[in-house]
Protein backbone atom coordinates (compact mmCIF):
# COMPACT_ATOMS: atom_id res chain seq x y z
CA UNK A 1 0.00 0.00 0.00
CA UNK A 2 1.03 3.44 -1.10
CA UNK A 3 2.08 6.28 1.36
CA UNK A 4 -0.06 8.71 -1.36
CA UNK A 5 -3.45 7.75 -2.28
CA UNK A 6 -4.21 8.38 -6.41
CA UNK A 7 -6.96 6.96 -8.08
CA UNK A 8 -6.14 3.94 -10.13
CA UNK A 9 -7.68 5.24 -13.38
CA UNK A 10 -8.93 8.27 -15.41
CA UNK A 11 -10.22 9.00 -18.69
CA UNK A 12 -10.81 11.81 -20.88
CA UNK A 13 -11.61 12.45 -24.38
CA UNK A 14 -9.13 14.61 -26.47
CA UNK A 15 -9.41 18.03 -25.71
CA UNK A 16 -10.80 17.67 -22.38
CA UNK A 17 -9.64 18.29 -19.28
CA UNK A 18 -8.72 15.78 -16.30
CA UNK A 19 -7.51 16.34 -12.72
CA UNK A 20 -5.72 13.31 -10.80
CA UNK A 21 -5.57 13.38 -7.46
CA UNK A 22 -3.07 12.96 -4.64
CA UNK A 23 -3.96 12.42 -1.01
CA UNK A 24 -1.66 11.78 1.91
CA UNK A 25 -1.02 13.23 5.62
CA UNK A 26 -0.39 16.35 7.04
CA UNK A 27 3.19 14.89 7.54
CA UNK A 28 3.95 15.11 3.88
CA UNK A 29 1.20 16.16 0.79
CA UNK A 30 0.03 18.43 3.68
CA UNK A 31 3.09 19.77 5.93
CA UNK A 32 4.95 20.95 2.59
CA UNK A 33 5.14 22.59 -0.64
CA UNK A 34 7.31 19.47 -1.92
CA UNK A 35 4.93 17.49 -4.36
CA UNK A 36 5.98 16.59 -7.20
CA UNK A 37 4.58 14.88 -10.56
CA UNK A 38 5.94 12.50 -12.93
CA UNK A 39 4.62 10.93 -16.34
CA UNK A 40 5.84 7.46 -17.35
CA UNK A 41 4.86 6.17 -20.65
CA UNK A 42 5.65 2.14 -20.75
CA UNK A 43 8.90 0.89 -20.50
CA UNK A 44 9.97 4.83 -20.00
CA UNK A 45 11.63 6.20 -17.12
CA UNK A 46 9.70 8.10 -15.35
CA UNK A 47 9.52 12.23 -16.53
CA UNK A 48 9.47 15.53 -13.73
CA UNK A 49 6.48 17.20 -15.10
CA UNK A 50 5.33 19.13 -11.88
CA UNK A 51 7.47 20.81 -8.91
CA UNK A 52 7.01 22.13 -5.36
CA UNK A 53 3.36 21.32 -5.96
CA UNK A 54 2.57 23.61 -9.06
CA UNK A 55 5.71 24.56 -10.73
CA UNK A 56 6.65 22.94 -14.58
CA UNK A 57 10.37 22.55 -15.26
CA UNK A 58 11.61 23.77 -18.67
CA UNK A 59 10.30 22.24 -21.55
CA UNK A 60 6.90 20.88 -20.07
CA UNK A 61 3.52 22.27 -21.68
CA UNK A 62 1.68 24.21 -19.82
CA UNK A 63 -1.57 22.36 -20.00
CA UNK A 64 0.05 20.46 -16.96
CA UNK A 65 -0.55 22.63 -14.17
CA UNK A 66 -0.26 21.61 -10.37
CA UNK A 67 -2.62 22.75 -7.07
CA UNK A 68 -2.81 21.91 -3.77
CA UNK A 69 -5.75 21.94 -0.19
CA UNK A 70 -4.79 20.63 2.62
CA UNK A 71 -3.35 17.30 2.24
CA UNK A 72 -4.70 16.50 -1.16
CA UNK A 73 -2.96 17.47 -4.71
CA UNK A 74 -3.81 17.75 -7.70
CA UNK A 75 -2.56 17.65 -11.40
CA UNK A 76 -4.77 19.06 -14.05
CA UNK A 77 -4.02 18.02 -17.47
CA UNK A 78 -5.86 20.22 -20.25
CA UNK A 79 -6.26 19.84 -23.80
CA UNK A 80 -5.66 16.35 -23.68
CA UNK A 81 -3.55 15.01 -26.71
CA UNK A 82 -3.05 11.29 -27.55
CA UNK A 83 0.78 11.33 -26.13
CA UNK A 84 -0.38 12.64 -22.63
CA UNK A 85 -1.58 8.46 -22.37
CA UNK A 86 0.77 7.47 -19.63
CA UNK A 87 0.92 6.60 -15.87
CA UNK A 88 1.41 9.71 -13.65
CA UNK A 89 2.94 9.45 -9.87
CA UNK A 90 2.70 11.68 -7.29
CA UNK A 91 5.77 12.16 -4.50
CA UNK A 92 5.94 13.89 -1.62
CA UNK A 93 8.74 14.94 0.86
CA UNK A 94 7.70 13.85 4.52
CA UNK A 95 9.16 14.43 7.85
CA UNK A 96 9.33 10.80 8.38
CA UNK A 97 12.82 9.06 7.98
CA UNK A 98 11.69 7.68 4.80
CA UNK A 99 12.21 11.17 3.10
CA UNK A 100 10.23 10.47 -0.07
CA UNK A 101 7.10 8.69 -0.40
CA UNK A 102 5.49 8.32 -3.90
CA UNK A 103 1.52 7.57 -4.79
CA UNK A 104 0.25 4.05 -6.35
CA UNK A 105 0.38 5.92 -9.86
CA UNK A 106 -3.07 6.54 -11.88
CA UNK A 107 -3.16 5.37 -15.36
CA UNK A 108 -4.48 7.96 -18.08
CA UNK A 109 -6.59 6.30 -21.10
CA UNK A 110 -7.41 9.03 -23.69
CA UNK A 111 -10.14 7.80 -25.07
CA UNK B 1 23.21 18.11 -20.09
CA UNK B 2 22.66 15.55 -17.38
CA UNK B 3 22.66 12.09 -18.09
CA UNK B 4 22.54 8.90 -15.77
CA UNK B 5 22.63 4.84 -16.80
CA UNK B 6 22.15 2.14 -14.31
CA UNK B 7 24.35 -1.19 -14.85
CA UNK B 8 24.16 -4.70 -13.45
CA UNK B 9 22.85 -8.31 -13.51
CA UNK B 10 19.72 -8.46 -14.78
CA UNK B 11 19.13 -12.17 -12.54
CA UNK B 12 20.26 -13.17 -9.43
CA UNK B 13 19.52 -16.20 -7.06
CA UNK B 14 17.32 -15.55 -3.97
CA UNK B 15 19.60 -15.10 -1.11
CA UNK B 16 22.35 -13.25 -2.88
CA UNK B 17 23.17 -9.87 -2.78
CA UNK B 18 22.51 -7.08 -6.01
CA UNK B 19 25.36 -4.57 -6.77
CA UNK B 20 24.03 -2.32 -9.07
CA UNK B 21 25.82 1.03 -10.44
CA UNK B 22 24.68 4.36 -11.75
CA UNK B 23 26.98 5.75 -13.92
CA UNK B 24 26.90 9.74 -14.58
CA UNK B 25 27.67 12.32 -16.34
CA UNK B 26 26.53 16.16 -16.49
CA UNK B 27 27.47 16.99 -12.85
CA UNK B 28 29.80 15.94 -10.27
CA UNK B 29 28.95 14.43 -6.92
CA UNK B 30 32.08 16.71 -5.40
CA UNK B 31 29.78 19.62 -6.15
CA UNK B 32 28.16 20.67 -2.73
CA UNK B 33 24.53 20.48 -2.63
CA UNK B 34 24.43 17.49 -4.97
CA UNK B 35 22.99 13.90 -4.85
CA UNK B 36 21.96 10.88 -5.86
CA UNK B 37 19.03 8.45 -5.42
CA UNK B 38 17.53 5.30 -6.12
CA UNK B 39 14.36 4.15 -6.81
CA UNK B 40 12.80 1.14 -7.79
CA UNK B 41 8.77 -0.17 -9.09
CA UNK B 42 8.17 -3.56 -9.29
CA UNK B 43 6.51 -4.94 -12.18
CA UNK B 44 3.09 -3.28 -12.62
CA UNK B 45 3.61 -1.77 -9.24
CA UNK B 46 4.25 1.91 -7.40
CA UNK B 47 7.54 3.50 -7.50
CA UNK B 48 9.19 3.31 -3.98
CA UNK B 49 12.56 5.89 -2.74
CA UNK B 50 15.36 3.69 -1.41
CA UNK B 51 18.62 5.63 -0.69
CA UNK B 52 20.50 8.70 -1.42
CA UNK B 53 24.08 9.60 -1.27
CA UNK B 54 25.23 13.17 -1.00
CA UNK B 55 28.16 15.06 -2.32
CA UNK B 56 29.76 15.17 1.25
CA UNK B 57 28.48 11.38 1.35
CA UNK B 58 25.91 11.87 3.86
CA UNK B 59 23.49 9.13 3.12
CA UNK B 60 20.00 8.22 3.83
CA UNK B 61 18.17 4.74 3.53
CA UNK B 62 14.93 3.99 3.15
CA UNK B 63 13.46 2.39 6.56
CA UNK B 64 12.22 -0.46 5.78
CA UNK B 65 14.66 -1.37 3.79
CA UNK B 66 17.67 -0.15 5.67
CA UNK B 67 19.42 -3.24 7.00
CA UNK B 68 19.83 -4.72 3.85
CA UNK B 69 20.73 -1.56 1.71
CA UNK B 70 24.55 -0.03 1.36
CA UNK B 71 25.14 3.22 -1.32
CA UNK B 72 28.41 4.70 -2.00
CA UNK B 73 29.78 6.86 -4.53
CA UNK B 74 33.20 6.63 -6.56
CA UNK B 75 33.33 10.49 -7.63
CA UNK B 76 36.88 10.04 -9.91
CA UNK B 77 34.76 7.46 -11.39
CA UNK B 78 31.15 9.46 -11.85
CA UNK B 79 29.72 6.52 -9.99
CA UNK B 80 27.13 5.36 -7.38
CA UNK B 81 27.12 1.77 -6.67
CA UNK B 82 24.13 0.41 -5.16
CA UNK B 83 23.95 -2.93 -2.64
CA UNK B 84 21.02 -5.09 -1.50
CA UNK B 85 21.71 -8.30 0.49
CA UNK B 86 19.34 -11.32 0.94
CA UNK B 87 17.50 -10.79 -2.22
CA UNK B 88 14.39 -12.02 -2.50
CA UNK B 89 12.00 -12.69 -5.64
CA UNK B 90 9.58 -9.41 -4.03
CA UNK B 91 12.94 -7.58 -4.80
CA UNK B 92 12.00 -7.95 -8.71
CA UNK B 93 11.92 -4.86 -9.99
CA UNK B 94 13.47 -1.89 -12.51
CA UNK B 95 16.02 0.19 -10.38
CA UNK B 96 16.45 3.55 -11.35
CA UNK B 97 18.97 6.03 -10.23
CA UNK B 98 18.15 9.84 -10.19
CA UNK B 99 19.69 13.35 -10.27
CA UNK B 100 19.02 15.29 -7.22
CA UNK B 101 20.22 18.34 -5.74
CA UNK B 102 19.68 19.73 -2.02
CA UNK B 103 17.09 22.12 -1.40
CA UNK B 104 14.89 20.58 -4.21
CA UNK B 105 12.39 18.10 -3.29
CA UNK B 106 12.63 16.13 -6.76
CA UNK B 107 14.35 13.58 -8.93
CA UNK B 108 15.24 14.73 -12.25
CA UNK B 109 16.25 13.43 -14.77
CA UNK B 110 16.29 9.90 -14.57
CA UNK B 111 18.12 6.87 -15.52
CA UNK B 112 16.46 4.32 -18.43
CA UNK B 113 16.22 1.99 -15.13
CA UNK B 114 17.31 -2.19 -15.36
CA UNK B 115 15.56 -4.52 -15.00
CA UNK B 116 16.34 -6.89 -12.10
CA UNK B 117 14.65 -10.39 -11.74
CA UNK B 118 15.00 -12.77 -8.50
CA UNK B 119 14.28 -15.88 -8.93
CA UNK B 120 16.32 -19.78 -8.37
Known amino acids: QSALTQPASVSGSPGQSITISCTGTSSDVGGYNYVSWYQQHPGKAPKLMIYDVSNRPSGVSNRFSGSKSGNTASLTISGLQAEDEADYYCSSYTSSSTFWVFGGGTKLTVL | QITLKESGPTLVKPTQTLTLTCTFSGFSLSTSGVGVGWIRQPPGKALEWLAL???????RYSPSLKSRLTITKDTSKNQVVLTMTNMDPVDTATYYCAHWVIGFYWFDPWGQGTLVTVSS
Open chain 2, 53 to 59: IYWDDDK
